[in-house]
């Protein structure tokens, strides 16, 4: 996995368009999901590498943001899946970008290939050098939003 | 579906599903990148099957081969080392049973300040999660005395 303030970064920037708080955190909380789902899974349960390999998919992300959304108030039970879901999927997304020899940062299609995918733009030993291009894109996303909120009122 | 009506059925369905998918995703990705240590204990079963070790220190280096300590086994590599003898790498073959040994397919070194990269990442990550938590908290209030005085009602 790429540094959690990528991933941060991934949910949050897109965020800004979002009006009510409480979606937004959930898309924030979403986007880490499936990694609190594998290392749960992995050092908790101790299941197998490959057990977890599920929660990073595209299906097994809609089934964990289902059963998360069960614990939010029902009035926002639909959006908050929906902002879960996003978050979850947005994190595969930036899992992918990894180059990891030909071999796949994740096995996004499961159950239908177990096969794994990578786009492969970067070493993954080399993610923290996206820290600060990290930092600018969140600098100019809190800034829209302040600008947003100042427009709206 | 996102209603309170048979909540405890839907929890109970989300989580079969959920775990449903990491057993079949657990059978189907058996025989994908399996761990070192499975191949060299059982050389004929996981024979021709590619391999990547994300993680890897060359012990030894000869005229058309090298060794390799991974974290849980080592392995004769035939092939050209990128580094000398003390240096890491990460590289992908295919798993041959007479040896047992690696035929390189491709291979990187990694840097030298691999742990304090690591190092970084995760001290980001663990401000990143505190902060994400504290932004949660701010916005949802888990109130479990109120959801038992409901309950009894």
């Known amino acids: 996995m790429p540094d959690l303030f990528t991933h941060l970064v991934a949910a949050r920037a897109p965020g800004v368009f979002i009006r009510d708080k409480r979606i937004q955190a959930l898309l924030v909380i979403g986007t880490f999901m499936p990694d609190i789902a594998y290392k749960g899974l992995y050092w908790v349960m101790q299941t197998r590498e490959t057990f977890g390999a599920a929660t990073h998919s595209f299906l097994g992300v809609l089934l964990i943001s289902y059963l998360c959304c069960l614990f939010v108030e029902e009035s926002i039970r639909k959006p908050g899946f929906i902002a879960l879901a996003a978050g979850g999927w947005i994190h595969i997304l930036v899992d992918l970008i990894k180059f990891n020899l030909g071999a796949g940062s994740c096995r996004p299609l499961l159950p239908f290939s177990p096969v794994g995918v990578e786009v492969g733009w970067i070493d993954p030993e080399n993610v923290v050098l996206l820290i600060p291009i990290d930092a600018a894109i969140l600098a100019a996303a809190l800034l829209l939003e302040r600008r947003f909120a100042r427009v709206q009122q | ?153």
């Not at chain 2, 050389?43 to 099957?49: I, L």
């Not at chain 2, 012990?59 to 990128?82: Q, Y």
């Open chain 2, 1 to 153: 579906m996102f209603s309170n009506k048979g909540y405890g059925w839907k929890l109970g369905a989300a989580l079969a599903l959920i775990a449903a998918l990491g057993v079949y995703a657990a059978r189907k990705g058996e025989s994908i990148n399996p761990p070192l240590w499975r191949c060299v204990v059982e050389p004929r079963r996981w024979d021709n099957t590619v391999l990547w070790l994300p993680y890897a220190r060359v012990v030894s280096v000869h005229d058309a081969e090298f060794e390799v300590a991974a974290t849980d086994a080592k392995i004769r590599v035939t092939g050209k080392s990128p580094v000398p003898v003390g240096g890491r790498l990460t590289l992908r073959g295919i798993f041959r049973a007479d040896g047992p040994r690696i035929e390189l397919i491709e291979s990187r070194p990694l840097p030298p300040d691999l742990g304090r990269r690591r190092l970084l990442m995760e001290v980001v990550s663990v401000l990143v999660v505190l902060v994400v938590i504290a932004n949660f908290i701010r916005h949802f209030s888990i109130r479990p005395k109120v959801l038992q005085v409901e309950g009894v009602d």
